[in-house]
C-alpha cells in the first residue's frame, strides 16, 4: 500500500517507485526487501477498492 500511495504521490511507474524506496532503505541501513512491481500488481487485486487510492492501482504495466 505504501509503494502505491508513494506512486500516485510521486507520479512514477512503479519499478521507478520500488528503486526510489531500495535506495532509501540503503541510505537508511536498513534490511528490508522491496517487492517488485510484478508482486505489487498482484496484491494490489486483494486491498480493499478505495477511490483515494484508484489512481495508483489504474495501470501496473509502466
Given at each position: 500500500?505504501?509503494?502505491?500511495?508513494?506512486?500516485?504521490?510521486?507520479?512514477?511507474?512503479?519499478?521507478?517507485?520500488t528503486?526510489?524506496?531500495?535506495?532509501?532503505?540503503?541510505?537508511?541501513?536498513?534490511?528490508?526487501?522491496?517487492?517488485?512491481?510484478?508482486?505489487?500488481?498482484?496484491?494490489?487485486?486483494?486491498?480493499?477498492?478505495?477511490?483515494?487510492?484508484?489512481?495508483?492501482?489504474?495501470?501496473?504495466?509502466?
Open positions: 500500500m505504501l509503494l502505491l500511495t508513494i506512486k500516485s504521490r510521486l507520479n512514477l511507474t512503479l519499478r521507478q517507485t528503486g526510489l524506496v531500495e535506495s532509501l532503505l540503503r541510505l537508511a541501513n536498513v534490511a528490508w526487501k522491496v517487492p517488485d512491481s510484478s508482486t505489487i500488481c498482484r496484491q494490489k487485486n486483494t486491498l480493499r477498492s478505495s477511490s483515494r487510492y484508484k489512481k495508483a492501482w489504474v495501470a501496473c504495466n509502466d
